[in-house]
């Protein structure tokens, strides 16, 4: 059971807008950076979003984050087939003192 | 161009050992914390290890607490995980990750990650 809590999977139309929420808790999310990765079955994880909204160089700002409170969110708005991938939320947990990771959301581009 | 290059996976049986290894490059090593992270197979990811850059503090994961020592050697551009104890549970692709600080926190987030290395427990 995680202690992060993400939708299983979202979906939308290409050139549409999904968001997926990540939901914990004080000593996690609401006391620390989250951070979004991309991953393309296969391959290893991709950095999306650091500092809860801040993107790396290289990545559109088709991709956005925010944090308010115990939960963060991912926005990708111009959806593309090449979006399709699982994306997970990270963060550190202040209280367990470890590092964690959410369940992950896959998106599909119908 | 930053590089992480796992190596040491392969197949083990319950009980048994194994010592990962991952070689950094393009990178000022000592100034880096290091992770390892890890996926079991259809499952998502999993943060096993965190190191810091000067290799002296580590913290672990709860599943493999007492069991698992993640080392630096910054004078080699190596990050290791000795794995003891292995169980069915810890067959997995394991990452090697480098990690960004941020203020005011343990660790900041994973921007660099190798293409990881397969450790397989099985009898």
């Known amino acids: 059971q995680s202690v992060l809590t993400q939708p299983p999977s979202v979906s939308a139309a290409s050139g549409q807008k999904v968001t997926i929420s990540c939901s914990g808790s004080?000593?996690?999310?609401?006391?620390?950076?989250v951070s979004w990765y991309q991953q393309v079955p296969g391959t290893a994880p991709k950095l999306l979003i650091y500092?809860?909204?801040r993107r790396p160089s290289g990545i559109p700002d088709r991709f956005s984050g925010s944090k308010s409170g115990t939960s963060a969110t991912l926005g990708i708005t111009g959806l593309q087939t090449g979006d399709e991938a699982d994306y997970y939320c990270a963060t550190w947990d202040s209280s367990l003192s470890e590092a964690l990771f959410g369940p992950g959301t896959k998106v599909t581009v119908l | 161009q930053v590089q992480l290059v796992e190596s040491g996976g392969g197949v083990v049986q319950p009980g048994g050992s194994l010592r990962l290894s991952c070689a950094a490059s393009?990178?000022?090593?000592?100034?880096?914390?290091m992770h390892w992270v890890r996926q079991a197979p259809g499952k998502g990811l999993e943060w096993v290890a965190f190191?810091?850059?000067?290799?002296?503090?580590?913290y672990y994961a709860d599943s493999v607490k007492g069991r698992v020592t993640i080392s630096k050697d910054n004078s080699k551009n190596m990050v290791f995980l000795q794995m003891n104890s292995l169980r069915a549970d810890d067959t997995a692709v394991y990452y090697c990750?480098?990690?960004?600080?941020?203020?005011?926190?343990?660790?900041?987030?994973?921007?660099?990650w190798g293409q990881g290395t397969l450790v397989a427990v099985s009898s």
């Open positions: 500092d809860n909204n």
């Open positions: 190191i810091w850059s000067d290799g002296i503090g580590q």
């Open positions: 393009a990178f000022t090593f000592s100034s880096y914390g």
């Open positions: 990750v480098r990690n960004v600080e941020l203020p005011m926190t343990v660790i900041g987030y994973f921007d660099y």
């Open positions: 004080t000593s996690n999310i609401g006391y620390n950076y």
